[in-house]
C-alpha cells in the first residue's frame, strides 16, 4: 500500500489517495505513485511528509525528487517517529476496523477489505483531519 493524505491549504477540504499493488514498493513504484498523485491532484503544489524508508533516500528517488521542484517539495520526518506521520493513522484505522479479527481464505479477500476501508478513509475529510491533529500537525 502507498497512500498520501491530501489537504487543502484554506483546511476546506481533505481526502486521502492510495494504491494497492502486490509486492513490495521501491523507488520505482513510489515515483510511479507520486506521479499519479501528481496528476490527480492536477498538477498543484504538494508537500510530502515522509519517514525514513530506504526508497525514499534512495539515489533514483532524490535525483527524481530534485526533477520535480515546480511541484513537489519534501520534508522529511525524524527517524523512528511514527507518530508525526497522519499516515500511519490511516493504517491504523484500516487495521482496527475492516481488517480487525479478519479470517479470510484468500489475500484476495485481504485486499478487498483493505480496500474498503481506506475508501472509507479516503471519503471522510472529518477522520483526515483527525488524523493530522492526533499528531500534533497543523496547516
Request: hydrophobic share 40%.
Amino acid at each position: 500500500m502507498a497512500g498520501a493524505l491530501v489537504y487543502e491549504p484554506d483546511g476546506s477540504d481533505a481526502h486521502l489517495v492510495f494504491q494497492l499493488r502486490p509486492g513490495a514498493y521501491n523507488d520505482e513504484t513510489l515515483i510511479e505513485f507520486l506521479t499519479d498523485l501528481d496528476q490527480l491532484e492536477q498538477h498543484r503544489s504538494v508537500v510530502l511528509l515522509w519517514d525514513g524508508l530506504p526508497s525514499h533516500r534512495s539515489r533514483r528517488m532524490l535525483e527524481w525528487v530534485a526533477s520535480q521542484r515546480d511541484w513537489l517539495s519534501i520534508e522529511r520526518l525524524p527517524g523512528y517517529a511514527p507518530d508525526l506521520n497522519p499516515t500511519e493513522q490511516v493504517w491504523g484505522s484500516v487495521k482496527s476496523k475492516e481488517l480487525a479479527n479478519l479470517c479470510v481464505d484468500t489475500i484476495g479477500e485481504v485486499t478487498e477489505a483493505a480496500q474498503d476501508g481506506l475508501d472509507r478513509v479516503s471519503d471522510d475529510a472529518p477522520l483526515c483531519f483527525a488524523f493530522l491533529r492526533h499528531c500534533g500537525l497543523r496547516l
